[in-house]
């Protein structure tokens, strides 16, 4: 990572910049947090707990906020939730309906295959369905959630953001600088001179 403040490379995630000090800790965080949110993906989420907070005050009967909390809620909190998230809940998904499957399929096709009843065989099979729509579910999360950070972002901020990086990627430290190892180095250094 490069110090924001002075350009140096910091190989060594070290705490603070080497070269001129800067805190590159919470630097470090935002760029490497790959699953973090966005801040105004933040606001965003603050802005719809708000507007929640007050549709749930204006609830007049129990009924409507029983609405409000068994139906609408989950599917904003679904709506809102990262894609490492909404991933791990796609395997959770599936693998409790995998399990299911095949928690009914085997013994069902066991009772089936000895008994020869019919009933059995079709439990069997639901039980098998079961089985691979849990897996599809796992197949999907591990394959198909698409990070965040792959779909293009076209808010203002990234704009603005993608400009500065446009303007800034040519600018180079001069040659003496970029070899700094400390502060107190380049002082010495002078000094021998
Ligand atoms: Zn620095």
Same mark, same amino acid.
């Given at each position: 990572?490069?110090?924001?403040?002075?350009?140096?490379?910091?190989?060594?995630?070290?705490?603070?910049?080497?070269?001129?000090?800067?805190?590159?800790?919470?630097?470090?965080?935002?760029?490497?947090?790959?699953?973090?949110?966005?801040?105004?993906?933040?606001?965003?989420?603050?802005?719809?707990?708000?507007?929640?907070?007050?549709? %749930?005050?204006? *609830?007049?009967? /129990?009924?409507?906020? +029983?609405?409000?909390?068994? @139906?609408v809620l989950?599917?904003? &909190?679904?709506?809102?939730?990262?894609?490492?998230?909404?991933?791990?809940?796609?395997?959770?998904?599936?693998?409790?309906?995998?399990?299911?499957?095949?928690?009914?399929?085997?013994?069902?096709?066991?009772?089936?295959?000895?008994?020869?009843?019919?009933?059995?065989?079709?439990?069997?099979?639901?039980?098998?369905?079961?089985?691979?729509?849990?897996?599809?579910? %796992?197949?999907? *999360?591990?394959? /198909?959630?698409?990070? +965040?950070?792959?779909?293009? @972002?076209?808010?203002?901020?990234? &704009?603005?953001?993608?400009?500065?990086?446009?303007?800034?990627?040519?600018?180079?430290?001069?040659?003496?600088?970029?070899?700094?190892?400390?502060?107190?180095?380049e002082t010495?250094?002078?000094?021998?001179?």
């Open positions: 990572m490069f110090c924001p403040s002075c350009g140096l490379n910091d190989e060594n995630s070290n705490q603070f910049c080497r070269a001129c000090g800067t805190n590159l800790a919470p630097v470090r965080n935002a760029v490497e947090r790959g699953d973090a949110l966005t801040q105004s993906a933040a606001n965003a989420r603050d802005e719809i707990g708000r507007a929640f907070a007050a549709r %749930i005050r204006q *609830a007049q009967t /129990a009924a409507e906020l +029983k609405m409000v909390a068994e @139906d989950p599917k904003v &909190e679904e709506f809102l939730e990262s894609p490492e998230e909404k991933k791990l809940r796609r395997i959770r998904t599936g693998t409790i309906l995998g399990g299911i499957g095949a928690g009914a399929a085997i013994p069902f096709g066991i009772i089936a295959a000895i008994l020869g009843k019919e009933e059995f065989f079709f439990l069997g099979a639901a039980g098998v369905v079961c089985f691979f729509i849990g897996l599809s579910f %796992i197949i999907n *999360a591990i394959f /198909a959630s698409v990070p +965040k950070k792959l779909v293009a @972002d076209r808010s203002e901020d990234a &704009e603005r953001q993608a400009a500065i990086d446009r303007s800034t990627s040519d600018l180079q430290l001069p040659e003496s600088r970029q070899e700094f190892v400390s502060v107190i180095e010495t250094r002078n000094l021998q001179k």
